[in-house]
């Protein structure tokens, strides 16, 4: 069974930063393509970083430039690095991954950006 648990969120100053975990488990990790989506108050899911299997990222625009995703097969886990943060960019954030056609998502983590 494919788990995914996210974690490193917060309450965090603007300008300041943080890195979100995913532990990921129950399929080959390698073989997955990971994501990283968030959902602010009021808002709609969105996408805010993908990094495929063969290392090829995309990022939002709103956060080009401010945030990394990155991964470590090794340990089975999906990172986003997070600098700049910025008021807007409150929100629930979810890791994703698709594997074989299906999609996992994980439970959630709370980042608030606030003075």
């Known amino acids: 069974q494919v788990h995914l648990v996210e974690s490193g969120g917060g309450l965090v100053q603007p300008g300041g930063s943080l890195r979100l975990s995913c532990a990921a488990s129950?399929?080959?990790?390698?073989?997955?393509?990971m994501a990283w989506y968030r959902q602010g108050p009021t808002k709609q899911r969105e996408l805010v970083a993908s990094l495929t299997r063969g290392g090829t990222t995309n990022y939002d625009d709103s956060v080009n430039g401010r945030f990394t995703i990155s991964r470590d097969n090794a340990k089975n886990t999906v990172y986003l690095q997070m600098n700049s943060l910025k008021p807007e960019d409150t929100a629930v954030y979810y890791c994703k991954a698709v594997v074989a056609f299906k999609q996992y998502w994980g439970q959630g983590t709370q980042v608030t950006v606030s003075s």
């Open positions: 129950g399929f080959s990790f390698s073989d997955g393509s």
